[in-house]
């Protein structure tokens, strides 16, 4: 059984940057894409970003494209989400997740796509 673990959250001021880290044990992470989603107060979960089994393939949202970038290592079963230019918009709890399958399809942005879950991660952007 794959397990997630996210880690990285913190405060951070306006237009500051953070590294998100998805580190996955239980199972070997290069069988699945991983996808990062974030949840504000009152708010629906969204899917912000999806990077394939390999690497070889990322998708972003249109409210994170330009600003955050989504890696693996997959020898170190960890999967990354570099933040830059965060504003107070992008405060959330934010959680990678797994499908069962090794692509990012159109599927990707939706939560019910995604069988594996992490704890979340809280992210503060605030002076």
């Known amino acids: 059984q794959l397990q997630l673990v996210e880690s990285g959250g913190g405060l951070v001021q306006p237009g500051g940057s953070l590294r998100l880290s998805c580190a996955a044990s239980?199972?070997?992470?290069?069988?699945?894409?991983i996808g990062w989603f974030r949840q504000a107060p009152g708010k629906e979960r969204e899917g912000i970003s999806c990077i394939s089994n390999n690497g070889g393939s990322t998708n972003y949202a249109d409210s994170v494209k330009g600003r955050f970038t989504i890696s693996r290592d997959n020898a170190k079963n960890t999967v990354y989400l570099q933040m830059n230019s965060l504003g107070p918009e992008d405060t959330a709890v934010y959680y990678c997740?797994?499908?069962?399958?090794?692509?990012?399809?159109?599927?990707?942005?939706?939560?019910?796509?995604?069988?594996?879950w992490g704890q979340g991660t809280q992210v503060t952007v605030s002076s």
């Open positions: 997740a797994a499908p069962r399958y090794a692509v990012c399809d159109s599927r990707w942005p939706s939560a019910y796509a995604y069988a594996f």
């Open positions: 239980g199972s070997a992470l290069h069988y699945y894409a």
